[in-house]
């Protein structure tokens, strides 16, 4: 067992730091602060080699590993937290999970474009009343000759705004194994985009609404019974929210303890006072703690998908810890941590989503308990078609 990282590790952590240090850290808050997609920092990512890191170098991608993607996500995040969302879109995030199932020709039509930064893919999965119960949704793709027809809404979709093509869940017929999912480009008649809204952390969504709209048959991603391969994909997804997480509650650490080192109050600095000191001791155990159960589900991947059960409980720990200590870090600053001056209220606000987003902290906790158990528990109460296979 070894807790270091392997000389290549080490030495491309170093130069994503070198090229976060130099093109990424001026501008960190403005770039927070600023809800649009940080198109220039894409393309600067896709130059560096940012992009696709574990995808395949013969689909655009850079051969690497799920490990290599969260250290770069760690090493950007330092620099500039915001540009930490690219990483997770180039890496993580719908793109994953098109790469893995998509064909051939769909890859040739979006993939380059995507891995470019020049386009974003946003993922359409919650409903309105399909959320946690995400096997509840009812957008449907009914089969018309050489078309489908998708009926319903999607709410709460990152990028959504701004994204040209997007990757939506939907059912095909009953029951779970009626579920897979579409690829629907912008601008499709029938397919309307509503007004931006946002978040907490200041990033925005629309609401999606399909109503007679027909996408080729070649836009299938997962046909009926796709659900559980989508759910797969997805696990990359929630990895990249709990690198996120932890690295933003790093970022805070940081900004913490450099503050607490030189701020001085009753003619000490801050550091010296030990109800301080046990909160920064309390905070480095969290993200100590938290970082090996990432690494672990991350390495354990390698260069496929990873576990349900080792994502469940590293996204658990690190959307505590990153949460927990953002607001930690709040708190040792004072009213300065409090405002947007500083990046610390920004870690904050957005660790906080990302113990809903993804998988929620509960939902996680719900799957860990199953493991423990060794056996399902059935959330529902009731017996329906999304239950019935
Ligand atoms: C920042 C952010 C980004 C997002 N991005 C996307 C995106 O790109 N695409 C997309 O499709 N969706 C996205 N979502 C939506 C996200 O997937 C949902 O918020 C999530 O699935 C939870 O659904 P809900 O908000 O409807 O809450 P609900 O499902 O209504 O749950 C409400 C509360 O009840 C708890 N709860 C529900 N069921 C159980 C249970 N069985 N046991 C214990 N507790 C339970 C939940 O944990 C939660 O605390 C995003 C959300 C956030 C916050």
């Known amino acids: 067992m070894n807790f270091d990282y392997t000389d290549e590790q080490r030495q491309f952590a170093d130069s994503v730091r070198g090229f976060a240090q130099q093109h990424l850290a001026n501008g960190a808050l403005k770039r927070a602060h600023d809800p649009g997609f940080p198109f220039d920092v894409a393309a600067l990512m896709a130059k560096q ?22 250290i770069a996500i760690e090493q950007v995040a330092a620099e500039c937290p915001r540009s930490a969302d690219v990483v997770q879109f180039g890496n993580f995030g719908p793109i994953r999970t098109f790469a893995e199932y998509g064909t051939d020709e769909q890859k040739k039509r979006w993939l380059s474009e995507l891995l470019a930064g020049r386009m974003v893919m ?5 409903e309105p009343d399909a959320g946690s119960a995400v096997t509840d949704l009812k957008t449907t793709a009914r089969q018309d000759g050489a078309h489908y027809v998708l009926d319903g809404s999607k709410v709460f979709s990152t990028f959504s705004p701004e994204a040209q093509v997007f990757l939506i869940y939907v059912r095909y017929g009953p029951g779970l194994g009626g579920i897979g999912s579409v690829l629907v480009e912008r601008g499709t008649a029938g397919f309307t985009i509503g007004a931006p809204r946002a978040f907490m952390s200041d990033e925005e969504w629309s609401e999606l609404h399909f109503a007679d709209c027909r996408i080729p048959a070649e836009n299938v991603l997962l046909g009926p019974g796709g659900f559980k391969k989508q759910m797969a994909g997805f696990n990359v997804e929630r990895l990249g929210n709990t690198a996120r997480s932890l690295a933003y509650g790093r970022y805070a650490f940081n900004a913490a303890r450099d503050y607490a080192a030189t701020r001085e109050q009753f003619d000490r600095p801050l550091c ?3 109800g301080l000191q046990w909160k920064f001791a309390d905070m480095a155990i969290k993200l100590e703690g938290a970082q090996l159960l990432l690494y672990r589900a991350a390495t354990n991947a390698d260069k496929g998908l990873p576990s349900a059960y080792e994502t469940a409980v590293a996204k658990t720990a690190c959307n505590l810890a990153g949460f927990e200590v953002a607001s930690e870090a709040v708190q040792i600053m004072g009213a300065l941590g409090y405002s947007r001056e500083t990046l610390v209220e920004y870690c904050m606000r957005r660790t906080r989503g990302w113990m809903i987003a993804g998988g929620s902290i509960q939902m996680l906790k719900n799957r860990i308990a199953e493991h423990v158990f060794d056996r399902r528990f059935e959330q529902r109460k009731r017996t ?3 239950a019935a296979s």
Do not use: C, H, N, W
């Not at 946003?122 to 919650?126: A, H």
């Open 384 to 386: 329906g078609p999304a």
């Open 122 to 126: 946003s993922l359409g999965m919650s």
């Open 272 to 274: 010296e006072f030990q």
């Open 49 to 70: 080699g940012l992009m696709g890191i574990s995808l395949p170098q013969s689909e655009g991608g850079q051969g690497g590993s799920l490990m290599d993607a969260v």
